[in-house]
C-alpha cells in the first residue's frame, strides 16, 4: 500500500522502485507535488500554498521516518504508516 498518511484532504504516497532523489508524492484534489526528502523541496508538480506548507511541515516532522520508509520501499519492503498532522 502506497498511502504513507493522510491529513487535512492531503495523501501521502511513497512508491516501490521509484526513482531517485529520495522522495514522496502528495495529493491535494487533482495536484500533485514531489517533495525531496533530503531538501524537503519540491522538484516536481505543484498543489496550493497553504497545502504545500502542512506537507513541509508534516515532513520536517518526520524527515527521518520518511528516509527509512524510502530505504524500505527501495528494497521492495514495505513501509511504515506515518502519523497525520494534527
Known amino acids: 500500500m502506497p498511502e504513507i498518511s493522510r491529513f487535512f484532504g492531503i495523501v501521502i504516497k511513497m512508491f516501490f ?10 495529493y491535494y484534489g487533482e495536484h500533485e507535488v514531489l517533495i525531496d526528502i533530503h531538501h524537503l523541496s519540491v522538484f516536481a ?34 513501509f511504515d504508516r506515518i502519523a497525520p498532522l494534527s
Open 17 to 26: 522502485d521509484d526513482h531517485n532523489p529520495p522522495h514522496f508524492h502528495a
Open 45 to 78: 508538480g505543484s498543489i496550493p500554498p497553504r497545502a504545500l506548507g502542512l506537507v513541509i511541515e508534516w515532513a520536517t516532522l518526520h524527515q527521518v521516518e520518511l528516509l527509512k520508509d524510502w530505504s524500505l520501499a527501495k528494497n521492495q519492503q514495505f
